[in-house]
Each structure stands twice: as structure tokens, then as C-alpha cells.
């Protein structure tokens, strides 16, 4: 039944999902107390204290939601208006080089993946979801040509590396908090947030080349727009990660109303010690 009706709502125009979504984004927003305070907190801590970006992050949020099953269902001709920056990729791969990209809940993250799967194979790394039935659909829409799923465990990492070495693609959500001592306390937004190692670890591999990609969702169910592009030049006495993160915070403030603001990217993973 899961399926049937995840194939049925594809059908829909992507404005009409998006339209659901939005109102779907209000309900989760009014009925819960805790996302709506990280929510809040998280905007206000980045400085965004307007209510035109809190309302844009509400309406995002169930629009990430709703917009998955036409993501994962219709051709990406139908939904992909234009990518800026393949040439960063082009470069790269003439240079023999694997790509590792960094994918932050901004946006349509999900077919940023996609998109370079059309290109080339891909290994994305995951936490799998709670319910099985979920997991199913998962196996199959993420299964398809060249797109792979890594686990978020050990041997999820060693297919990372496989597929580095076979000079091919993974992608990770950076912004993602990991388990103890997968991270380390970086300051991202001007807070301290545990923030994982492994994809900087990954892209300072010889033979590495990493980029950020971004799916930019456009008005009115208009489509999206995929961006690619390197990192920031490092700041002096800057670590790797600090510097992946002030170049998420970057792409984030082009569309801060398309990020993930209710995640709890503060939170403190079991076991890890607060910084001192």
C-alpha cells in the first residue's frame, strides 16, 4: 500500500505537492513544541529573526517532504531545470580524480544525489529509516543505474573508500550529527556543533576531489535548479572542518529559507562530552 500510494502522489503536479507540503510543514510546526523551539533557535542563532525566512523554513520543511515522491518517481528531465558548475565535475574526473560531495539539508538534497547518478555512479552514505516499509521503497528508488547506499556503520565507510578508489562519487550530509566519537565540536553559526570527520577525512585522501552540491528548490513547482561547486579557499589557521563548515553556512545563507532549520544540529550525541 506504501508503494501504491507513493506512485500515486507522483503523479501529482510538483506545485500541488508542494502546496501540500507546505500546509503539512504548519502542522508539524503547531504540533510540536520541541522542532518549533529548535526551530526558532536555530534561525535566531544564525541571525535570522525575520519572520519571512522562519515562514519560508516552516513551508520548506513539509515541501522536503511531500516533493520525495515525485523526486524518487518521475524522470529527472521533468523536474531539473538547469545545473550550474559541471564543469567542476568534468574537471575532476579528466584528472582521474573520485569526488567526494557534500550535500547539507538545504533544498531538494535528495536529487542533488540523483543528478549525479545520471552521470556516473554514485555511493551515498545513510542512517536507514525505522519503519521496514520505508526501508523497501528506499532499496528500490535509491537502487536504480548508478546510484548505491552505504550504511552509516564500518562497512559503510569501507564502500566509501571503494568507491573513491575506483575513482567514482559518494556523497554525505555533512551537517548531519554523528555518534560519539565519529565528530568533533566545531563552531558552526556561531554555536559549538558536533560535526563529523569522516567526509573531511574522505576528501584528503590522494586522488580526492570534493565538492558541494546544493538542490535548489524554485517557486511555484517551477522545478529545481542543481548547483555544484568547490570549497571556499581555507582561512589561515583554519581546520579542514571549520572550513567545511563556514562553507555550508555560505551556501545556507543564499537560501536559508530551504534549510533544515528544525533539525537539532546542536544536539549532544550519547556518550560525546560538551566542549570545555
Given at each position: 500500500?506504501?508503494?501504491?500510494?507513493?506512485?500515486?502522489?507522483?503523479?501529482?503536479?510538483?506545485?500541488?505537492?508542494?502546496?501540500?507540503?507546505?500546509?503539512?510543514?504548519?502542522?508539524?510546526?503547531?504540533l510540536s513544541p520541541t522542532y518549533r523551539r529548535h526551530l526558532r533557535d536555530n534561525?535566531?542563532?544564525?541571525?535570522?529573526r525575520d519572520g519571512a525566512t522562519r515562514r519560508?523554513?516552516?513551508?520548506?520543511?513539509?515541501?522536503?517532504?511531500?516533493?520525495?515522491?515525485?523526486?524518487?518517481l518521475r524522470p529527472r528531465a521533468e523536474?531539473?531545470?538547469?545545473?550550474?558548475?559541471?564543469?567542476?565535475?568534468?574537471?575532476?574526473?579528466?584528472?582521474?580524480?573520485g569526488i567526494v560531495f557534500f550535500t547539507p539539508h538545504l533544498g531538494c538534497f535528495e536529487i542533488a544525489g540523483q543528478c549525479v547518478a545520471d552521470l556516473f555512479p554514485i555511493t551515498v552514505l545513510y542512517r536507514p529509516p525505522k519503519h521496514a516499509w520505508l526501508q523497501r521503497i528506499?532499496?528500490?528508488?535509491?537502487?536504480r543505474g548508478n546510484m548505491r547506499t552505504a550504511r552509516a556503520e564500518f562497512s559503510?565507510?569501507?564502500?566509501?573508500?571503494?568507491?573513491?578508489?575506483?575513482?567514482?562519487?559518494?556523497?554525505?550530509?555533512?551537517d548531519q550529527v554523528p555518534g560519539v566519537g565519529e565528530g568533533k565540536w566545531v563552531e558552526f553559526f556561531g554555536r559549538s556543533a558536533y560535526t563529523m570527520t569522516l567526509g573531511v577525512r574522505l576528501a584528503a585522501r590522494p586522488g580526492c576531489a570534493?565538492?558541494?552540491?546544493?538542490?535548489?528548490?524554485?517557486?511555484?513547482?517551477?522545478?529545481?535548479?542543481?548547483?555544484?561547486?568547490?570549497?571556499?579557499?581555507?582561512?589561515?589557521?583554519?581546520?579542514?572542518?571549520?572550513?567545511?563548515?563556514?562553507?555550508?553556512?555560505?551556501?545556507?545563507?543564499?537560501?536559508?529559507?530551504?534549510?533544515?532549520w528544525g533539525y537539532n544540529r546542536y544536539k549532544t550525541p550519547s556518550g560525546a562530552r560538551q566542549p570545555g
Open positions: 500500500m506504501p508503494r501504491f500510494l507513493m506512485s500515486l502522489a507522483a503523479r501529482f503536479p510538483l506545485a500541488i505537492l508542494h502546496a501540500m507540503g507546505a500546509l503539512l510543514g504548519w502542522a508539524i510546526y503547531g534561525l535566531a542563532a544564525a541571525g535570522y519560508a523554513a516552516i513551508a520548506g520543511a513539509g515541501r522536503l517532504v511531500a516533493e520525495l515522491p515525485a523526486v524518487w523536474l531539473v531545470r538547469r545545473v550550474d558548475g559541471i564543469e567542476h565535475i568534468d574537471a575532476a574526473r579528466a584528472a582521474g580524480k528506499l532499496d528500490e528508488v535509491r537502487g559503510g565507510v569501507r564502500e566509501l573508500l571503494e568507491a573513491l578508489a575506483r575513482k567514482e562519487a559518494v556523497g554525505i550530509l555533512p570534493c565538492l558541494l552540491a546544493f538542490g535548489e528548490r524554485l517557486a511555484a513547482g517551477a522545478g529545481y535548479v542543481i548547483h555544484f561547486r568547490p570549497l571556499p579557499a581555507a582561512v589561515p589557521g583554519e581546520s579542514e572542518l571549520r572550513r567545511l563548515n563556514r562553507a555550508l553556512e555560505e551556501l545556507i545563507r543564499e537560501r536559508p529559507g530551504q534549510y533544515l
